[in-house]
Each structure stands twice: as structure tokens, then as C-alpha cells.
């Protein structure tokens, strides 16, 4: 069973702060990595895409992939109130897959 | 402004109904998907389709089934609600490609509770 592993939370971070968000995957030929903000009673929306080892930064977003060890990061630089939700992490299913498995989730919490 | 459209926003069926849940994309995604998010499970994936006329099996596939029958549009059929089938159903859609995935466009979501 392919499986992705996020800690639920919840994360707690004070405005301006660095929250760091992880994921890891089960499935070693997965090539396609996506973090999803959720905020409540909303669907997900993508906030990021990442498919190299390494880092991809998006404003106050980096994501970080590193396929040797299974494992995703999200950084989110500046924390604002308004990042308050859940973060999800996807993996696509099997080596070019387009069908995508989630991880549960983190909910983030930035305190003002 | 790119939207999948889900048909309803809020449901309410009775056990044993038949039950169909809309979803229409205007973006010309040829892949589309039918999730549900349940409090502590997450989002599973029930089924998907990558072109007209094609369907594959996700996770959860018994006691449902789909359809497709033109590109925009991909239809979930309950075909006998259960009370276990009250939940968030999540459409989604993405383009295809060669060897990578896209991320998906998902729709507002519609909140199925069988009674």
C-alpha cells in the first residue's frame, strides 16, 4: 500500500517565524511532489510543485525534495495569520503516474 | 478564470438511492478525478479517468461507479447510498503528460450526507 506521512499537527508558529513542514512517501519511483494549503470548509488549492532533488523557493514558499531519502519539506518564510490552514502533501502514484496520493495533513497555526 | 464546477455544494439522499454528483472542467484537462475527504482519513481516491470513455480505479472504488462521456465532464454514481458514503466528494482536474504529473484544479467540493 502506497502511503504518504505527514504529521498532523497541530504546528504552532508566531507571526514572522519560519514554519517547516514534512512529508514522506512510500512509493521510490514517484518523480511528481505537490503541496496543497486547505482552509477550512474550502477545497485544496496548490501552492507548489517540485520534481528535482533540491529546492524551488515561490515568494515566502520553498519546497524541498529529496527522492534518495522519500522525503518533501515545505518552508514558509514570514508566517502571516492568513497561512493559518491545513497543508497537504501529494505523491504521484507509481513512476509516471498522474493520479496522486495525499498525506493527511498538517494544520498550521500562526499566532499574531 | 479556470473552474471545475461541481454540481451542488450540499446533498441530502436517502439510503438506497441512487445518487449522481456532477463535475464539469472548462479548463480541457484530459485527466480527471473523484476524491472524498473524511476527519482523519483524508483524501482517497475513488476513481479517475484519463480521456473519453476511460475510467481506472483508485483506492475505494466498491460502491461506486463513473462516467464519462465527454472531455469537460465526469460523473460519480452512488448506486445505492449507504449511510458509510456521507462525506466530501472532491473533483478534480489535470493535464496530461508524458512522464510527469500536473496538479490538479480542484472543485468547491460537494458535501454528500445520507440519511
Known amino acids: 500500500q502506497k502511503e504518504v506521512e505527514q504529521n498532523s499537527g497541530p504546528l504552532s508558529v508566531p507571526e514572522g517565524a519560519i514554519a517547516s513542514l514534512n512529508c514522506t512517501y512510500s512509493?521510490?519511483?514517484?518523480?511528481?511532489f505537490f503541496w496543497y494549503r486547505q482552509y477550512s470548509g474550502k477545497s485544496p488549492e496548490l501552492i507548489m510543485s517540485i520534481y528535482s532533488n533540491g529546492d524551488k523557493e515561490d515568494g515566502r514558499f520553498t519546497a524541498q525534495l529529496n527522492k534518495a531519502s522519500q522525503y518533501v519539506s515545505l518552508l514558509i518564510r514570514d508566517s502571516q495569520p492568513s497561512d493559518s490552514a491545513t497543508y497537504l502533501c501529494a505523491v504521484n502514484i507509481g513512476q509516471a503516474g498522474t493520479a496522486l496520493i495525499f498525506g493527511k495533513g498538517t494544520t498550521l497555526s500562526v499566532s499574531s | 478564470d479556470v473552474k471545475v464546477t461541481q454540481s451542488s455544494r450540499y446533498l441530502v439522499k436517502r439510503t438506497g438511492e441512487k445518487v449522481f454528483l456532477e463535475c464539469v472542467q472548462d479548463m480541457d484537462h484530459e485527466n480527471m478525478f473523484w476524491y472524498r475527504q473524511d476527519p482523519g482519513l483524508g483524501l482517497r481516491l475513488i476513481y479517475f479517468s484519463y480521456d473519453v470513455k476511460m475510467k481506472e480505479k483508485g483506492d475505494i472504488p466498491e460502491g461506486y461507479s463513473v462516467s464519462r462521456e465527454k472531455k469537460e465532464r465526469f460523473s460519480l454514481i452512488l448506486e445505492s447510498a449507504s449511510t458509510n458514503q456521507t462525506s466530501m466528494y472532491l473533483c478534480?482536474?489535470?493535464?496530461?503528460?508524458?512522464?510527469?504529473?500536473?496538479?490538479?484544479?480542484f472543485g468547491s467540493g460537494t458535501r454528500l450526507t445520507v440519511v
Open positions: 478534480a482536474s489535470s493535464l496530461r503528460t508524458g512522464g510527469f504529473a500536473y496538479g490538479y484544479t
Open positions: 512509493d521510490r519511483v514517484s518523480q511528481s
